[in-house]
């Protein structure tokens, strides 16, 4: 091998690996990104249409020195184990380095096609009578994001009852 190929190679190896290395570390940073609802708005209970429309923000912090992109998410939200909705946006976000933002999901529940008219009734109850620990939010799927151009799905996988976001409400903190 020639002097010049050895230069271009030394050259080309100290350009890469650092690169490599350096895009390896911000995927797995991405990956380990943090959430967590920290609040829940009931909209309105219309109990003759027996629907519930509401909203849970969810706080989502960057750990990575980098600002990244969330492109979207696919996520389901159910109520003690019923799905009541499957979320789906491709709204873009940014979040600037080691920084958090908030990210508003609307649900409307039709509570008697998703849990039946018995359960629906139990349901509504809790709700009215604010008997919160009886009431199991649990989101599951992922956020699509972007770092330094490479996409990665961040899962996303939580269960909360009513009565933990309503004390994260009243005692607000940066998720982790």
């Not at 789906?88 to 958090?100: D, L, N, Q």
């Not at 609307?106 to 008997?131: A, C, H, N, R």
């Amino acid at each position: 091998m020639t002097k010049g190929w050895k230069i271009f190679w030394i050259v080309t190896s100290a350009i890469i690996i650092p690169g490599g290395l350096w895009a390896g570390i911000g995927i797995a940073t991405l990956q380990q990104i943090c959430y967590s609802v920290v609040k829940y708005e009931i909209r309105r209970i219309d109990i003759a249409a027996r629907t519930i429309e509401m909203a849970f923000t969810m706080m989502i912090k960057n750990p990575s020195k980098l600002s990244i992109g969330i492109e979207g998410y696919d996520i389901a939200v159910a109520l003690n184990g019923v799905e009541i909705a499957k979320l789906v946006s491709e709204a873009p976000k940014t979040i600037e380095g080691e920084k958090a933002t908030t990210l508003v999901l609307p649900v409307k529940i039709d509570l008697k096609k998703t849990f039946g008219q018995i359960k629906s009734q139990e349901i509504v109850g809790y709700f009215i009578t604010k008997d919160f620990e009886k009431i199991v939010v649990s989101l599951k799927g992922k956020f699509n994001g972007r770092l330094l151009k490479i996409p990665i799905a961040v899962k996303v996988d939580s269960k909360y009852t009513l009565a933990e976001i309503i004390k994260q409400m009243d005692s607000p903190s940066t998720p982790c």
